[in-house]
């Protein structure tokens, strides 16, 4: 009996937890010079020569605003010099 109540307790807890996670903090204040997702241009291409092994960068419309993509593993490879995007896609044999 004692531990559903204490599962029990946990699952609440555990609930309020991320209920919080979802709601911002009374008197968020934006990042100074972020812009607003409303704000933000269409993407136009990427900026080849800022490419990384694990990062690509784009720039949008107005060219104000560049944005990067960090992915958690590579994306390019290294060939003769230049970042070449990683062909992941599968093949039936």
Known sequence: MRRKKLVALLAVLLSV?????????????PLAGVPEIAEVSLITGEIISMREASVKVFTTEDENINIVAAYGSPVHFERNGAWVDIDSSLVLS
């Open 17 to 29: 937890v991320m209920l919080m996670q979802l709601v911002a903090p009374a008197g968020a204040v």
